[in-house]
């Protein structure tokens, strides 16, 4: 029905995961003294993602009959006219976040079941993922840049904790501490970028943002010819790049992969990583004002989705090859956003949260059949033994490459078309990068799911290389013993895989018509056709999916990305020479691939040096020779004439009465002295 949604109900959304959260990590765990078992533990928390995501779908079922809804739900205080408050804005963008969010969140629960069914920490990891997804939907159903904001640090909070679940392991403290540090980089910026749209519009409500947006266009930053709207929508992106792992600031991605994989999908797949992509588009009235931002975007972007795909090639940890695809995927959803197709990122977003979290639980799955060895070179042959797996990770990479029909197809193909329709600065390099990135993804994607599941069987047997793990017990055996075979995974896993196999096939068929070239992001997405064209030139060739779908066999796109498996099945399947070949006469590539292009030794020595003898000097100069010389110089001074005074202190009626008339003196030379300097003045005027 048309009109305002029910906010209690709204309320209930964010409020049910929250509940669950509280009663796995505060009653489920010593904190309280274990209250309650493992069962109520993953009940309470997988209900409450349940009734979110019910909740949700029908958000969006009263949203596309015309509901809208953008209100104070708490005010916090007042300050000089300035309100904080919490709100909902909640509207066809929102509700297709709330969707998603929840209903990936609701396949990870469940999966977690299996996934986790051995470790110690199962009630406080049930806890950790409950409290994220109640983290997420704040961030996405905030109506001001307050809520946003506490939304933005929540996820990164609880990030930090899940990254770090296995906190015995240094690997994964290490892992937590990149990622928590890196973001406090974007955030930085993020909050820079809050600082001036407070500044010159004078609220933190979207709206009325929104309104005055014109105040920050007309205005130039203090001593500069930078219009604010330029500065504010870069600062603001530069959070983005923290949150969603664009180049410089992806380095934290890859090494979250130490924390268990059913967060790699919930966090590094569907939600959190793609917050940033979420907060531009939502941002798109202000990044409509200033090409020089959505060149700034369109570039980083395509830095991105090109080089970062580049490292997959030479992963061999299966979860760290669907790390980089992650990265590069994020990458196409930036360089949407640049192009002004702001719709299309969000369609990337929504059918890429489907595949990717689909092949990060697929992962897992292979990573317990297994037996907790997560190196590609070690298995093959898996097809056989994992049924469910195979055609769901398959199902998974083909989406992934952009197989016409399926649903990554929609998505990845039309932000190609946008690229090559745009006319910001950078959209020659920008239509290059996605181009080329379309084989390079076709290649390590197949490369992961030939060496996985087809080929010889190279599990069971002595290797070189080591065994990645996923695992926090040191003395846990990883890898298949000798005679050992894999096996599918119980039911608790595999179902979930074949509820995201669904939408990763035909979501895309049903959804592109009306989310990118109908009414669907009307008055919530604003792009101004006349200076950016590229989605209103893309809507006249529109013609339906199925006729799309059937083009897309023609097109440049899917011959690189059939190029791609062709080639990965030729490498890896039939002359396993050649790479190896290709490694050793191109040694060098390989080690700056293999150094992550020395990005992490560059921040090693640049900033954590540079940070090292800062410190250095602040301890040298501030500590020891600032401020402790100020304070053991006040404690000396203090000491000398506590000794002096002691001097005097003899108990003798003569001597204190010797002192008082030196005082009176003293008192009476002062008054003199300043009576005559008085007089001395007054002359001096006359």
Partial sequence: ???????????????????????????????????????????????????????????????????????????????????????????????????????????????TIGYMEEDEGYNRFFSYISLFTFSMLMLVMSNNFLQLFFGWEAVGLVSY?????????????????????????????????????????????????????????????????????TVACICLFIGAMGKSAQFPLHVWLPDSMEGPTPISALIHAATMVTAGIFMVARMSPLFELSDAALSFVLVIGSITALFMGFMGIIQNDIKRVVAYSTLSQLGYMTVALGASAYSVAVFHLMTHAFFKALLFLAAGSVIIGMHHDQDIRNMGGLRKYMPITWITSLIGSLALIGTPFLSGFYSKD?????????????????????????????????????????????????????????????????????GQK???????????????????????????????FEHFFDGVIMVDNEHHPAMAELAKHFHGPLAMALHGFTTLPFFLAAAGVATSWYFYMKKPSIPAAIKERFSFLYT?????????????????????????????????????????????????????????????????????????????????????????AGAVAK
């Fill in 486 to 516: 894999p096996h599918e995974s119980p039911w608790v896993v595999t179902l979930p895989l074949i509820l995201l196999a669904i939408p990763s096939a035909f979501i895309g068929f049903f959804t592109d018509g009306p989310m990118l």
């Fill in 161 to 229: 904790l899940l990254i770090g679940f296995w906190y015995k392991r240094p690997t994964a403290i290490f892992a937590n501490m990149k990622a928590f540090l890196v973001n406090r980089v974007g955030d930085f910026g993020f909050i820079l970028g809050i600082g001036l749209v407070l500044a010159y519009t004078g609220s933190l409500n979207y709206a009325e943002v929104f309104d005055k947006k014109n105040a920050m266009v007309q205005a130039m930053l203090p001593g500069t010819t930078w219009m604010v709207v």
């Fill in 414 to 482: 039309t932000i190609i078309e946008a690229v090559a329709l745009t006319n910001i600065p950078g959209a020659g390099f920008a239509k290059f990068a996605v181009l080329a990135g379309v084989f390079v993804t076709a290649f390590y994607s197949f490369r992961m799911y030939f060496l996985v599941f087809h080929g010889e069987e190279r599990f069971g047997k002595a290797h070189d290389h080591g065994h990645g793990h996923d695992d926090h017990h040191d003395d846990h055996h990883h890898g298949l013993a000798p």
């Fill in 592 to 680: 700056v691939l293999d150094n992550k292009y020395y990005m992490d030794k560059f921040n090693e020595v640049v900033f954590a040096g540079g940070a090292r003898l800062l410190g250095r000097g602040l301890w040298q100069f501030g500590d020891r020779a600032l401020i402790d010389g100020l304070i053991n110089g006040a404690a000396g001074l203090t000491g000398w004439v506590a000794r002096l005074v002691r001097t005097f202190q003899t108990g003798f009626i003569y001597h204190y009465a010797f002192l008082m008339i030196l005082g009176v003196v003293g008192l009476l030379t002062y008054f003199m002295w300043h009576e005559h300097l008085f007089m001395f």
């Fill in 1 to 111: 029905m048309a009109g305002q949604l029910n906010p209690n109900l709204l309320l209930a959304i964010p409020l049910a995961p929250l509940a669950g959260a509280m009663v796995a990590g505060l009653l489920g765990t010593r904190f309280f003294g274990n209250l309650v078992g493992r069962k109520v533990s993953h009940s309470a928390t997988i209900l409450g993602v349940l009734i979110a995501f019910v909740l949700s779908f029908l958000t969006l079922q009263d949203v596309l009959a015309g509901a809208k809804f953008n209100e104070t739900i708490y005010t916090w205080m007042t300050v000089a006219g300035l309100k904080l408050e919490v709100g909902f804005l909640v509207d066809s963008l929102t509700a297709t976040m709330m969707c998603v969010v929840t209903f990936v969140s609701l396949m990870v629960h469940i999966y």
